[in-house]
């Protein structure tokens, strides 16, 4: 039997545990909190997360990393953007006691790190060294917790450059509902799962403030033009970005009720203030985190993303929700058919 050790206990770690208990592997949540990790492996619930679901009985947790990671064949990374360094060099520390494990690494996780600018999977390739590992595999599509755990349709991508791990990780995941492709363009798939989400607080914002359909549509082509031209500045494949981790995950981050980053706009939208909307929500949303990095990118790679830019405006420097949208309306005309806009020093946003 397959052993799997997924990294973060809350709604996606979850739910991603669940599914692979449900397709007959032994699986070890590991967690930081002794009551969920209790409450997981007693009551077989994370009320916190996912207040309405039942896990699998046969799912257990723990808060032991020695313990989740000993025989393990595959590690699932699925903590925040911000603690996934710190949990990959707590990981490279149990794998340098057992170099002959070298489990296949996944990432389930949407971000782009403060500072270094870094993808998520560079992040855990530099900590964890190849010498300890398999591949580095990343998982990601549309995919909303709330609605794999009642096993409704659910397709994603698996990105790797390594072709048989990311095979087998399509492999050990695929089941009647849970559908994946394979994909070699890690670049893309990571930078589009990361700019979505800060798009998403765009489209929450749009609808909070009560703009209508076309303005969502607006929204949602122009934020995809910003996620390709940033992600090709990177040497991403644009046709990337037409898949599932980048249009799909992008229609559904803005347009679904469960998305946190779509509720954290809408809230805006309607008037509340940031830490208020973060403190109620009490879950990731990656969006505001990444809104800072994609700033930062956008200069470093002098690319134009005026959508990306409000957004960080609007988050990191308070400023007017509706003088924004109309900044981004009387910006000066241009050409649909131009993927590589540069940054225009001085432009009004
Ligand atoms: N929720 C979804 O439907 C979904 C779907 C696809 C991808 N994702 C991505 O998965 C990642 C996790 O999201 P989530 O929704 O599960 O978030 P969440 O807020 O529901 O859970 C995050 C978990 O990580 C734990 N955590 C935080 N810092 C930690 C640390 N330093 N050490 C150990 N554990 C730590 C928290 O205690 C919590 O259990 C995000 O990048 C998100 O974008 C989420
Ligand atoms: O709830 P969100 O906004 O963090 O989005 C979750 C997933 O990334 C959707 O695919």
Redesign the pocket.
């Known amino acids: 039997m397959t052993k799997i050790t997924v ?9 991603l545990a669940n599914l692979l208990v449900e397709n007959g592997h032994h699986v070890l949540l590991w ?3 002794e009551k ?1 990790v209790q409450e997981i492996n007693t009551q077989h619930t994370n009320r916190h ?1 996912l207040p309405e679901s039942t896990l699998r009985p046969q799912l257990k947790a723990t808060t032991d990393l020695q313990a989740a990671i000993a025989g393990t064949d595959a590690i699932l990374f ?6 996934i360094r ?2 990959a060099q707590q990981v490279a520390q149990q794998l340098t006691k057992v170099p002959e494990l070298k489990p296949i690494i996944i990432t ?4 782009l790190e403060q500072h270094t600018n870094a993808r998520i999977s560079e992040i855990i390739s530099h900590e964890i060294a190849a010498n300890l590992r398999q591949g580095v595999v990343v998982l ?1 599509g549309p ?4 609605e ?1 755990i009642k096993d409704d349709i659910t397709t994603l991508t698996v990105a790797s450059k390594d072709v048989p791990s990311a095979n087998w990780v399509q492999k050990i995941f695929m089941n009647d509902h849970f559908r994946l492709y394979t994909n070699n363009d890690v670049t893309g798939v990571e930078v589009g799962a990361a700019l979505k ?1 800060v798009i998403a607080i765009g489209a929450g914002i749009v609808h909070g403030l009560d703009y209508g359909d076309n303005a969502k549509a607006a929204l949602m082509t122009r934020g995809l033009a910003e996620m390709t031209r940033m992600g090709v500045s990177l040497g991403a494949d644009p046709l990337t970005f037409s898949g599932l981790s980048g249009l799909g995950d992008l229609i559904v981050t803005c347009t679904s009720v ?1 998305s ?1 980053n779509w509720r954290a706009g809408n809230a805006l939208g309607q008037g509340r203030k940031l830490p208020e909307i973060l403190a109620d929500m ?3 949303v ?1 969006g505001v985190y990444t809104a800072k990095t994609a700033h930062d990118l956008s200069i470093a790679q002098n690319i134009d993303m005026p959508i990306s830019e409000s957004i960080y405006k609007v988050l990191y420097e308070d400023a007017d929700l509706k003088t924004e949208v109309i900044n981004i309306m009387k910006r000066k005309g241009q050409s649909e058919n131009e993927l590589m806009r540069p940054r225009l020093s001085g432009e009004s946003e």
């Open positions: 990294l973060g206990s809350g709604s996606w770690g979850t739910v967690g930081r909190g969920e997360y699925v903590v925040p953007t911000k603690a710190s949990v389930a996780t949407k971000g990601s995919s909303h917790a709330e794999v989400n469960h946190r009490g879950m990731a990656e």
